[in-house]
Antibody
Framework: EVQLVESGGGLVQPGGSLRLSCAAS????????MTWVRQAPGEGLEWVSV???????YYGDSVKGRFTISRDNSKNTLYLQMNSLRAEDTAVYYC????????????WGQGTMVTVSS | DIQMTQSPSSLAASVGDRVTITCRAS??????LNWYQQKPGEAPKLLIY???SLQSGVPSRFSGSGSAGDFTLTISSLQPEDFATYYC????????FGQGTKVEIK
């Protein structure tokens, strides 16, 4: 069974850091386009970042310079290192596979909640 | 960034109704348009990709159409499990989503 399981969310103060993890089973993280998508409470979906199978990386404008996406091939796990967190980063963070060539997000994790508050 | 605008933002419908949701892109995106369903407390679920291709396992009452800048998602006969929020997403460039359409019970 294909599964993505996020962890690492929690409460953090403004300016703080947090690292999210997404453990994959049934798919190989390094062979896929893996992404992070977030959803603020009561709001819509926002794409955050992608890492391609060849290692290319891209970020949304709202997190560029503060967030870093990476993967550990030996653990088949995707990460999102979040620094300089702001209140507006409060959201459920989902990892998802970006299917090619459609560019659709066809496999999603259950999400992990990040709350940035003092 | 390409802006995606959905209409309506919400609608009320009855079981058995035909429902249509529209998504408009701020520029041409060919057919790089995907549709998702999201229920409260759950992750989004892919319904339609490349504007009109049905994702495996999705009921055939869901269909998509359109190209360039205007797209529609149609539910031919609304079922109780279809009450949810629906999002469009363009994959022509850096991904962006519509603001969502909430389908509620009439």
């Amino acid at each position: 069974e294909v599964q993505l399981v996020e962890s690492g969310g929690g409460l953090v103060q403004p300016g703080g850091s947090l690292r999210l993890s997404c453990a994959a089973s049934g798919i190989t993280v390094s062979s896929n386009f893996m992404t992070w998508v977030r959803q603020a409470p009561g709001e819509g979906l926002e794409w955050v970042s992608v890492i391609y199978d060849d290692g290319d990386i891209y970020y949304g404008d709202s997190v560029k310079g503060r967030f870093t996406i990476s993967r550990d091939n030996s653990k088949n796990t995707l990460y999102l290192q979040m620094n300089s967190l702001r209140a507006e980063d409060t959201a459920v963070y989902y990892c998802a596979r970006r299917s090619q060539p459609s560019g659709s997000f066809d496999i999603w994790g259950q999400g992990t909640m990040v709350t940035v508050s003092s | 960034d390409i802006q995606m605008t959905q209409s309506p933002s919400s609608l009320a419908a009855s079981v058995g109704d035909r429902v249509t949701i529209t998504c408009r892109a701020s520029q041409s995106i060919s057919n790089y348009l995907n549709w998702y369903q999201q229920k409260p407390g759950e992750a989004p679920k892919l319904l339609i990709y490349r504007a009109s291709s049905l994702q495996s396992g999705v009921p055939s009452r869901f269909s998509g159409s359109g190209s360039a800048g205007d797209f529609t998602l149609t539910i031919s006969s609304l079922q109780p499990e279809d009450f949810a929020t629906y999002y469009c997403q363009q994959s022509y460039s850096s991904p962006t989503f519509g603001q969502g359409t909430k389908v509620e019970i009439k």
